[in-house]
Antibody
């Protein structure tokens, strides 16, 4: 069974940092591209980052570019999101999603809540 | 960036109704469109990919159509478990934008 489990969320002050993790199981992690998607409270979904199978190709949304860093460790079946210079508007549930065949996010984690507040 | 709009943003319907949601892209995206269902407090669930392909395990009352800039999601006979918010997403080019969502509520 495919499982994605996010962790690392919590309360952080503006300007602070946080590192999210996504533990993958039930599939060959190194064979799949991955995405991070977030959802602010009561709002819609926002794609924020993509990473290729090897980690050599990475994309970011404009709202996080230069502040967030996506990475992966295929030996540990894990995806990461390093978030720096956090702002109140980064408050959201963060989801990792498996990106399949270049045209679908077919499995999603349960999400982890990040709250940026003083 | 490619912008997606959805209509309606909200619809009220009854069990058994046929429901259609439209997603429009600001430029052509071929068939690189997916539809997701999201219930409160839960992760999105993939329903349709490549505009019209039903994800494994999704009931056949869900269907998708369209290409280029206009797409539709249809629920042929609305069931109680279908009351949720529906999002489209384009996967033609980065950033992989989502539509603003359509909330389907009980009439």
């Amino acid at each position: 069974e495919v499982q994605l489990v996010e962790s690392g969320g919590g309360l952080v002050q503006p300007g602070g940092s946080l590192r999210l993790s996504c533990a993958a199981s039930g599939f060959t992690f190194s064979s799949y591209e991955m995405n991070w998607v977030r959802q602010a409270p009561g709002k819609g979904l926002e794609w924020i980052s993509y990473i290729s199978r090897s980690g050599n190709t990475i994309y970011y949304g404009d709202s996080v570019k230069g502040r967030f860093t996506i990475s992966r460790d295929n030996a540990k079946n894990s995806l990461y999101l390093q978030m720096n210079s956090l702002r109140a508007e980064d408050t959201a549930v963060y989801y990792c999603a498996r990106f399949n065949y270049g045209d679908r996010n077919d499995y999603w984690g349960q999400g982890t809540l990040v709250t940026v507040s003083s | 960036d490619i912008q997606l709009t959805q209509s309606p943003s909200f619809l009220s319907a009854s069990v058994g109704d046929r429901v259609t949601i439209t997603c429009r892209a600001s430029q052509g995206i071929s068939s690189y469109l997916a539809w997701y269902q999201q219930k409160p407090g839960k992760a999105p669930k993939l329903l349709i990919y490549a505009a019209s392909t039903l994800q494994s395990g999704v009931p056949s009352r869900f269907s998708g159509s369209g290409s280029g800039t206009e797409f539709t999601l249809t629920i042929s006979s609305l069931q109680p478990e279908d009351f949720a918010t529906y999002y489209c997403q384009q996967l033609n080019s980065y950033p992989f934008t989502f539509g603003p969502g359509t909330k389907v509520d009980i009439k």
